[in-house]
């Protein structure tokens, strides 16, 4: 019976920069639209607003284990920027928000790959990942794109589950076609709160990988209930391993 490694995306297999420019091409697709329906842009309360749609993303998030859908996020935006808007607004904004990481895509924390190569060797492994505008079908493309979903046997996207971490139900649909027990299952994550608490709620190992220093809960680190901490993937197949032979 393989043990199962389960990784999460954001600043753990792939790194958090890039992001200003994935906002900048959401902000030109809002502007598109408001020059559209009104005839003017208020550069002020687009980012007031976009500001304001990553909040509410947070709280839904933090509070409600879920991640609204990019739908969702986009007529938050319209409500909260006052502009009354039809359905080809929303649609082309929604698509463009979720297309905007192909054209600027994150990339893959270094010595990922690697890693994932030697880990592939003996384990499955899954993918867990809470998303935000971007949704999991978009996420396994860009995966795709950097040459590791070919490493994954299963995935669970939040926006496909209805559920975000720490919720089991994460956990249970990247596991439920493995059959191996929770405490022969290694969960990788970057967030204390979300990643490595679930993974102690499900009887799993787990390691809090610290190394996308670009990473805005990065400087902020809590005390861990993690197995482990990683620093690099570099140190990731040891302490995989290590945690095999206990």
Same mark, same amino acid.
């Given at each position: 019976?393989?043990?199962? +490694?389960?990784?999460?995306?954001?600043?753990t297999l792939f790194d958090?920069?890039?992001?200003?420019?994935?906002?900048?091409?959401?902000?030109?697709?809002?502007?598109?639209?408001?020059?559209?329906?009104?005839?003017? +842009?208020?550069?002020?309360?687009?980012?007031? $607003?976009? @500001?304001?749609?990553?909040?509410?993303?947070?709280? +839904?998030?933090?509070?409600?284990?879920?991640?609204?859908?990019?739908?969702?996020?986009?007529?938050?935006?319209?409500?909260?920027?006052?502009?009354?808007?039809?359905?080809?607004?929303?649609?082309?904004?929604?698509?463009?928000?979720? /297309?905007?990481?192909?054209?600027?895509?994150?990339?893959?924390?270094?010595?990922?790959?690697?890693?994932?190569?030697?880990?592939?060797?003996?384990?499955?492994?899954?993918?867990? $990942?809470?998303?935000?505008?971007?949704?999991?079908?978009?996420? @396994?493309?860009?995966? @795709? /794109?950097?040459?590791?979903?070919?490493?994954? $046997?299963?995935?669970?996207?939040?926006?496909?589950?209805?559920?975000?971490?720490?919720?089991?139900?994460?956990?249970?649909?990247?596991?439920?076609?493995?059959a191996t027990e929770p405490?022969?299952?290694?969960?990788?994550? /970057?967030?204390?709160?979300?990643?490595?608490?679930?993974?102690?709620?499900?009887?799993?190992?787990?390691? @809090?990988? /610290?190394?996308?220093?670009?990473? $805005?809960?990065?400087?902020?680190?809590?005390?861990?209930?993690?197995?482990?901490?990683?620093?690099?993937?570099?140190?990731?197949?040891?302490?995989?391993?290590?945690?095999?032979?206990?």
């Amino acid at each position: 019976m393989k043990p199962v +490694v389960t990784i999460d995306f954001w600043s753990t297999l792939f790194d958090s920069q890039r992001g200003e420019e994935r906002v900048k091409a959401r902000e030109n697709i809002i502007k598109e639209h408001l020059l559209r329906l009104t005839g003017s +842009v208020d550069e002020d309360k687009v980012q007031a $607003s976009m @500001r304001a749609s990553w909040e509410y993303f947070r709280h +839904v998030w933090m509070h409600e284990q879920r991640t609204p859908l990019t739908q969702e996020l986009v007529e938050y935006f319209w409500q909260h920027i006052g502009v009354k808007t039809d359905a080809d607004a929303i649609e082309h904004v929604s698509v463009g928000f979720a /297309d905007s990481i192909l054209a600027h895509p994150p990339l893959l924390l270094p010595g990922a790959t690697e890693a994932l190569q030697q880990l592939h060797d003996y384990a499955d492994i899954a993918l867990i $990942s809470d998303t935000a505008f971007s949704p999991g079908r978009i996420l @396994r493309q860009v995966m @795709r /794109d950097a040459g590791v979903e070919q490493y994954f $046997s299963a995935f669970s996207f939040s926006d496909e589950t209805g559920v975000a971490k720490p919720h089991r139900t994460a956990y249970e649909t990247a596991l439920k076609d493995f059959a191996t027990e929770p405490h022969r299952c290694i969960h990788i994550g /970057d967030i204390e709160e979300t990643d490595i608490k679930g993974a102690a709620d499900m009887g799993m190992h787990s390691i @809090r990988y /610290d190394g996308d220093y670009q990473h $805005s809960f990065h400087g902020e680190r809590k005390p861990t209930q993690a197995t482990h901490i990683a620093a690099h993937w570099n140190e990731v197949p040891d302490l995989v391993q290590s945690i095999l032979n206990q």
